[in-house]
């Protein structure tokens, strides 16, 4: 088991990632178009709503808070994109996943290390080039150093817990030989309890009461609220980075134990 943790280990499969990501690297065109155009519609729709210039609007956003909101929201989601649902779903259904029971290395690890490289790859080369582009069409709030700070170790806890996510959802696959709709299902939940389409804070009061309960407000909101300094004093941003931490260890644990019970299966199975 110790050996299976030693982090040498897991450095050829995150090299093996990057080869493979820059092998299509038309993907990230495709990919910042994609969020480009999603960004825009969203972004210039709320911009509408927000159009008076006077003060507050819903939820206490201004105008350039609620465009800083969504325009971030959306280079998290592309961080996200880690791809490990579909991969690891891939591998289900073909067979593949047998061979990594033979491998001196946890299954979950290696799509960890294979999946940071493509986190790293969208955020630089798609994610970044987005928030500049919008930072020159349109204003943004610009964030004191303390919230920036906040925002960035509440962005990579938000990386982690897509990670689980994104694990869980591609170990349907063990139950259900086509797992198209579970993902699907999947992204428009996120998106909406995330905060990414509508921000958590102009939900109606069941719907937010919901939302704040689920981990998914830790990948969008959460750091969302940090970036805008929309929390009370220390206790309200430990607050937010508690529940990430929280829901990031669980939905681990959960990752742990789900895949000890799918390799039982497949041994069983398999014979």
Not at 38 to 54: E, I, K, M, Q, S
Not at 72 to 86: E, F, G, S
Not at 206 to 216: E, H, Q, W
Request: glycine share 10%; proline share 6%; charged share 10%.
């Amino acid at each position: 088991m110790r050996t299976a943790l030693r982090p040498g280990r897991y450095l050829p499969f995150a090299t093996s990632g990057l080869q493979t990501l820059l092998q299509y690297r038309s993907t990230f065109l495709v990919t910042g178009v994609t969020a480009a155009a999603g960004a825009a519609v969203t972004v210039f729709l709320w911009r509408a709503v927000y159009a008076d210039p006077t003060g507050p609007g819903p939820g206490g956003f201004t105008r350039e808070s609620i465009t800083t909101y969504l325009v971030v929201a959306q280079v998290l989601a592309v961080a996200h994109a880690n791809r490990v649902d579909d991969e690891v779903a891939a591998e289900v259904y073909r067979g593949d996943i047998a061979v990594a029971l033979t491998r001196p290395v946890s299954y979950p690890l290696v799509r960890l290390a294979a999946g940071l490289p493509v986190v790293a790859a969208n955020t630089a080369l798609v994610g970044v080039p987005l928030l500049v582009l919008f930072a020159a069409l349109v204003p943004l709030t610009v964030p004191a150093p303390a919230d920036a700070a906040l925002f960035l170790l509440s962005a990579v806890l938000s990386v982690l817990l897509a990670f689980c996510v994104n694990l869980l959802t591609g170990m349907a696959g063990f139950v259900t030989t086509n797992t198209w709709g579970v993902r699907m299902a999947k992204q428009g939940v996120v998106a909406f309890f995330a905060g990414q389409t509508v921000p958590l804070d102009l939900l109606p009061g069941p719907l937010r009461a919901l939302a704040s309960v689920l981990p998914f407000r830790a990948m969008a909101d959460g750091p969302l609220t940090l970036l805008l300094g929309r929390y009370e004093g220390a206790a309200g941003a430990a607050a937010v980075l508690g529940h990430q931490l929280a829901w990031t260890a669980g939905l681990a644990l959960l990752c742990a134990v789900l895949w000890r019970a799918a390799v039982a299966r497949l041994e069983v199975l398999g014979g």
